[in-house]
């Protein structure tokens, strides 16, 4: 007989008919849609499949009672591969993250009210006993037809006061585009802030787009966003271009003060990059380049000085001085970027040389600012940078984690490519391990890197000091665990699996990494007065963020135990704002509000971080 | 367990406390001060230098294990000052212009004053100037840089070449280290030697003291 699963993902819902007994995974994987992590293939071991549910749910396991604490299942969290079907049941799968979100078009929170808007505009024909210009016409014809959108509710326009000069030319023909100019002309004009930026003859049905982008130190990812219906049909990622001048921002900007000639070819590197996925997402959308009208651009400080073409080298040591960080508004072909004259882009203001508009664009897309709650941000990339705080205001700070959760300098790190260790977990006395694509394992990473090490420390291979154990110490642990460590010229290591270990050197690596991120914690809540316990929500942004387990995270000190049930994992909250800038003046605004309300805390200067810093550096005990 | 054995053993444990009152009861079996130092503290601290290399210990246990040494230096100093005890070498150390890291720096100090050594600390974002002022001062014999930025490293060369220019770089030795700091950087500034960790740092310097001396 069936029964009706029925999935609440956001603001999505679906319903699928499944028959009594089947387990959830089995239900989902039937769907052909399960979105579900099962790296241990359902057997009840790895915890990686859990969801919320309830209803006629079978009552949970011995598997469900091992993995799942008290707390956990009081909030309805399973195992999908464990809990069956045996009635009618609510299923709510936890989201993916803002970047897959994104992509879908979901209804943002806000009205759309986007910065640079597209009107078309009757333009009367000119009379000979009035004399007035083009210009003057077209003035008023717009603002007549702002005062007849005007509606309560609705975000007021500015009312445009002038013509950008190169528009001009095109007004003038198209002003008599019907032949003598005796008839009505219809144009599109696209305003930005009290200025028509572009007139040409109106044309049917045309799109609106904005562009919002996010330019990583590793990754660029652009969204497509419909400045009409506020969705994000279409995204272009890729890694950033620069990508072979050097993996971190320093190696980036001693690339600029090596050799003259330097600076411009990073600059027309990112400048192609995105040009080019700007062309390619129009293109797709079947849109032509007049249809961009903006482009809003996060990223951390030293991206947005090397677009700019702007000389980092003041960043690079102290005292770490950017050139700018304010918001920029400017034509995107003044930033060199292949895209219409009248096209507007903005660099999203950032706080400084090492917290850039990339963490303001993501606490603006959260609304941490606008909460009364206490949220931390999370952003743990090769620089880690952490915000803390809510509407009373926010303090942050870059804690120079370094690429060890990226895979790099690591001795089997790698990126999140085919064949990486994603995932680690215990197996009774065993480590059992999934690999990206299922397979064979080539190296760990940076899911994979912490979870081998919550492995090795849970199982008592590494000590809390970050020693891996003796020999002999290692074969009280249980003939399973034992036969993991090996040694090569007398240095330990532990077989994560696959022929993939860790060695002693790589837990010293990471305890300096999980250290920087975890004092800077301490540093943020004992500077703003708090306790871990007091914080409300922590958002994990960015890529590492949105597939590390959190149990793990905790396992390794990385996160306080108290931060655990707090967590949401947020996606790339950078792009999320460069897309709601794109959208919302509210938000391009709120951006600037963020800025005001951030203070930067310099962790180089401050004593309770070298404390902390060593302090953490030993990994928390068992519990 | 002798006395001896006993402050390096507490030693190498961080029990600063213990470290103390082992180096006072020392004292008052009469063991000579020079001894307490040498068999005592330096050898602890060797101990701990030796599996630091060898990764076996870290960071956290070397700062309290120097945490005790400083301890037990307490009772120890004034008669080692009095018994006319010299340092086995002079150190100046600072981390150069525009870099602030210091905790690699910290620990090299450590290890450094673990074997004998005098050392004059100058901190963090230190000019060149500052270290051919302080070479000069404190008659080093050991120039110590460290640097853990790629484009703070470059900052080196510029130190030496003030050694040079101040008249002093041939009565010294440079020792240059940081992460991303390699030997073949050594050579190519024309510093003398590179260490890869604080202890290897002080064993080199503590060989180059007793050559010199
Ligand atoms: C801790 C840390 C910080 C702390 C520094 C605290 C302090 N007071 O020192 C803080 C958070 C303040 C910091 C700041 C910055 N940091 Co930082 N930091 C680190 C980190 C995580 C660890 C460095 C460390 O302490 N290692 C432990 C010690 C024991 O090792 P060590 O320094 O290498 O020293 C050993 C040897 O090298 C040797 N040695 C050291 N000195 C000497 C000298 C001599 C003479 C000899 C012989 C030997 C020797 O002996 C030591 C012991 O064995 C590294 C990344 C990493 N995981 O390694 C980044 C790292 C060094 N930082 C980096 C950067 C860029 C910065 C910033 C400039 C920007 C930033 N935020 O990211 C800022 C400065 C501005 C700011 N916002 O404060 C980069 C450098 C990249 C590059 N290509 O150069 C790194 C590599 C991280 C990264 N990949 O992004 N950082
Ligand atoms: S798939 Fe359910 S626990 Fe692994």
């Known amino acids: 007989m069936n029964d009706l699963l029925t999935i609440h993902e956001g603001e999505r819902t679906q319903s699928l008919a499944a028959a009594k007994g089947k387990t959830i995974l089995e239900i989902l994987v039937a769907s052909g849609d399960s979105h579900l992590d099962a790296p241990c293939g359902g057997k009840g071991l790895c915890g990686k499949c859990r969801v919320r549910a309830s209803g006629f749910l079978s009552p949970p396991d011995g598997h469900e009672l091992r993995i799942l604490s008290d707390a956990e299942l009081h909030e309805g969290w399973r195992l999908a591969c464990a809990a069956r079907l045996e009635g009618e049941a609510r299923l709510e799968r936890p989201s993916h993250g803002a970047a897959t979100i994104i992509a879908e078009g979901p209804a943002l929170d806000f009205v759309p009210d986007p910065p640079l808007r597209r009107l078309c505009i009757e333009l009367p024909p000119a009379r000979l006993e009035e004399q007035l210009s083009d210009e003057a016409r077209l003035l ?172 980092p080298a003041a960043i690079a040591s102290a005292p770490f001085t950017p050139a700018f960080t304010s918001r920029q508004s400017l034509g995107a072909r003044d930033l060199g970027l292949d895209l219409p004259a009248s096209c507007v882009a903005f660099l999203l203001p950032g706080i400084s040389a090492y917290v850039g508009a990339d963490i303001v664009s993501g606490i603006a897309a959260l609304g941490m600012a606008e909460r009364d709650e206490c949220s931390l941000l999370l952003d743990i990339g090769t620089n880690g940078e952490l915000a803390l705080g809510g509407s009373c205001g926010i303090l942050c700070c870059a804690t120079a984690a370094g690429p060890a959760f990226e895979g790099a300098g690591l001795s089997m790190g790698m990126g999140g490519v085919a064949g990486a260790i994603d995932s680690v977990w215990i197996d009774g006395g065993h480590f059992a391990h999934s690999t990206i694509g299922g397979l064979p394992a080539r190296g760990l990473c940076g899911s994979g890197v912490l979870d081998a090490l919550a492995a090795c420390l849970e199982s008592g291979l590494v000590e809390d000091t970050g020693r891996i154990v003796d020999a002999q110490e290692a074969a009280a642990l249980g003939p399973g665990f034992a036969a993991l460590r090996t040694e090569v010229e007398g240095s330990p290591r532990i077989a994560i699996g696959g022929g993939v270990h860790l060695t002693q050197a790589d837990v010293r690596s990471l305890q300096l990494a999980v250290a920087a991120i975890a004092a800077g914690i301490d540093v943020l809540l004992a500077r703003a007065g708090k306790s871990a316990g007091e914080v409300d929500r922590v958002f994990l942004a960015g890529g590492f963020g949105s597939f590390l387990d959190v149990r793990s995270a905790v396992r390794a000190g990385l996160l306080m135990r108290e931060l655990e049930s707090k967590v949401v994992v947020a996606g790339n909250t950078s792009g999320a704002g460069a897309v709601g800038a794109c959208l919302s003046r509210a938000r391009l605004e709120a951006c600037d509000a963020v800025r005001g309300l951030c203070t930067y805390v310099e962790l180089s200067s401050e004593p309770a971080f070298n404390d902390a810093y060593i302090e953490r550096m030993m990994f928390p005990g068992a519990t | 367990m002798s006395t001896l054995e006993d402050i390096s053993a507490l030693l190498q444990k961080g029990r600063a406390n213990e470290v103390k009152a082992a180096v006072e009861k020392a004292i008052a079996e009469g063991l000579d001060a020079k001894t307490i130092l040498e068999e005592g503290l330096m050898a602890g601290m060797g101990i701990i230098g030796g599996k630091f290399k060898r990764n076996e210990v870290y960071v956290p246990e070397v700062l309290i294990a120097a945490r005790a040494m400083n301890a037990g230096l307490v009772p120890l100093k004034p008669l080692l000052i009095s018994s006319g005890v010299k340092a086995k070498g002079i150190v100046v150390i600072g981390t150069v212009k525009g870099d602030l890291h210091d905790i690699g720096k910290n620990l090299v100090k450590m290890m450094m004053e673990g074997k004998g050594m005098l050392v004059h600390d100058l901190g963090v974002d230190v000019p060149s100037d500052k ?42 030795t440079i020792m240059v280290g940081g992460a991303p700091v390699t030997d073949s950087f050594c050579k190519s500034i024309g510093a003398d030697v590179y260490a890869p960790d604080a202890a290897s740092a002080a064993e080199a310097a503590a060989a180059i003291c007793a050559k010199s001396a």
């Open chain 1, 140 to 311: 008023s014809a717009v603002e007549a037809a702002l005062q007849a959108q005007a509606a309560p509710g609705n975000p007021r326009a500015s009312v445009p006061r002038s013509l950008a000069f190169p528009a001009m030319a095109s007004l003038a023909k198209a002003a008599r585009g019907m032949g003598d100019g005796a008839a009505a002309a219809l144009l599109d004009v696209v305003l930005w802030e009290g200025k028509i930026m572009s007139v040409a003859p109106a044309r049917d049905a045309r799109p609106c787009f904005g562009l919002g982008v996010d330019i990583g130190t590793t990754t660029v990812v652009a969204y497509l966003v419909d400045l009409e219906t506020g969705g994000v049909p279409d995204r272009r990622s890729a890694l950033n271009a620069q990508r072979d001048f050097g993996a971190d921002v320093i190696s980036r900007i001693a690339a600029t003060m090596e050799r003259d000639g330097g600076l411009e070819d990073l600059r027309s590197r990112i400048a192609a990059q995105l040009s080019g996925m700007a062309a390619s997402l129009l293109d797709a959308a079947g849109a032509s380049p007049e249809d961009l009208l903006c482009v809003a651009i996060a990223g951390n400080t030293t991206m947005l000085h090397l677009l700019g073409g702007i000389p």
């Open chain 2, 131 to 172: 270290f051919v002022a302080a070479a000069k001062e404190h008659h080093a014999d050991i120039i110590c840089c460290s640097a853990l930025l790629t484009t703070t490293m470059n900052e080196m060369k510029g130190v030496v070449e003030a050694l040079k220019s101040g008249g002093v770089r041939d009565k010294l």
